[in-house]
């Protein structure tokens, strides 16, 4: 293991140091593109206006031989006004023909543009290590003040197992997202989707009088949960990934709402029609932040024992009142018209 000193030590001479601290940022949605097709690339200010985050897409769901396309159309995305979003991408796998070009060309085209680089198929801190050498060269190189940030994507079994040892891999990590499609693969899971549920995995009441009563279960907490707990110890951000049937808005809000309540802050939005279910979910609940609020006014210095409508508060409810209402600080930083109606 690295001693503590040597950990933000820049690995290049001449390269950025890394951060200590995460950038303040919301990412409820980071909102996939497709950039070699130019009729989406143009829209992409427009887009970027309605998202915390646009992601120029290079790994799955870009043809072959559209990979060179989609590597200039990322680069291009570069030069676009974003209004604010942050700008990601997601580049190929390291151990895939395209990967080597990804880094060194998308370093080379967008510098200090690019806020993460998120990568897929992390299978251990060993694929971390790696990438966070290869960046501090091609930062160096380049001449970037700041680094370029490393996300996670979970989606492999041997990854999952691994997942505490990724989240605190390098400095340079800023999240993990849950890849449900590649892991249902990785496991051999026997389904046919990407994230969300399935009708036959459920849990049945005992057998007695009458019909049965069942319920499905949750096919991703397992996973979810392990990641989240991976993620706060190392003081980074857990995000659900996608969610493929995208006719069903109904069941992706649930799912992204299950993962915001156990801690994650964002989701992926594979079309637009997913990015308003985004921002409804990950930005918190108005009665949630009025009764958050009336926590931290009734224990101002977050000590001590409180009755509210019959509701024991003390220094642990003081605590979580106080994420929700620093996530809707941020919200209405960015959404103005958001400070009145949560009574900021
Ligand atoms: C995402 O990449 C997934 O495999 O779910
Ligand atoms: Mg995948």
Redesign the pocket.
């Known amino acids: 293991m690295k001693p503590p000193r040597h950990f933000y030590a820049p690995l290049a001479a001449g390269a950025p140091p890394p951060l200590r601290e995460l950038p303040v940022r919301l990412e409820r949605m980071i909102h996939f593109v497709p950039p070699h097709l130019e009729k989406v690339r143009a829209k992409v200010p427009e887009t970027a206006r309605q998202v915390d985050v646009i992601l120029a897409n290079l790994?799955?769901a870009i043809p072959a031989d559209a990979k060179d396309a989609a590597r200039a159309g990322a680069i291009l995305m570069g030069a676009m006004d974003l209004g604010g979003a942050s700008l990601w991408s997601?580049i190929n796998a390291l151990n895939s023909p395209w990967h080597l070009d990804d880094v060194t060309e998308l370093v080379a085209g967008l510098g200090e543009k690019l806020d993460v680089m998120m990568i897929?198929?992390v299978e251990g801190p060993w694929d971390i290590h790696y990438m966070d050498q290869l960046l501090a060269l091609l930062e160096a190189k380049h001449g970037l003040t700041k680094p370029i940030l490393l996300h996670a994507?979970l989606?492999t079994a041997q990854g999952v197992a691994n997942v505490e040892a990724i989240a605190g891999a390098s400095p340079r990590i800023q999240g993990v997202?849950?890849?449900?499609?590649?892991?249902?693969?990785s496991r051999k899971m026997k389904t046919t989707r990407?994230?969300g549920g399935h009708p036959s995995y459920r849990v049945l009441a005992d057998a007695g009088e009458g019909a049965r009563a069942s319920v499905q279960q949750d096919l991703w907490h397992y996973t979810l949960a392990k990641m989240v707990d991976a993620c706060a110890m190392h003081g980074i951000k857990p995000f659900y990934?996608?969610f493929?049937d995208i006719a069903d808005a109904e069941a992706c809000e649930q799912q992204f709402r299950n993962a915001y309540l156990m801690g994650c802050v964002g989701a992926?939005s594979l079309h637009p029609s997913q990015i308003a279910i985004a921002r409804r979910v990950f930005s918190p609940d108005v009665e949630e932040v009025r009764f958050a609020l009336r926590i931290l006014e009734a224990m101002p210095d977050g000590a001590g024992v409180a009755m509210l409508d019959g509701k024991m508060q003390d220094d642990a409810t003081w605590k979580q009142a106080k994420v929700i209402v620093d996530l809707a600080r941020r919200v209405a930083a960015k959404e103005p018209e958001m400070a009145g109606v949560y009574g900021l």
């Open positions: 790994e799955d997601r897929p198929k994507i989606e997202s849950l890849g449900p499609a590649d892991l249902a693969a990407v994230g990934g996608p493929g992926w």
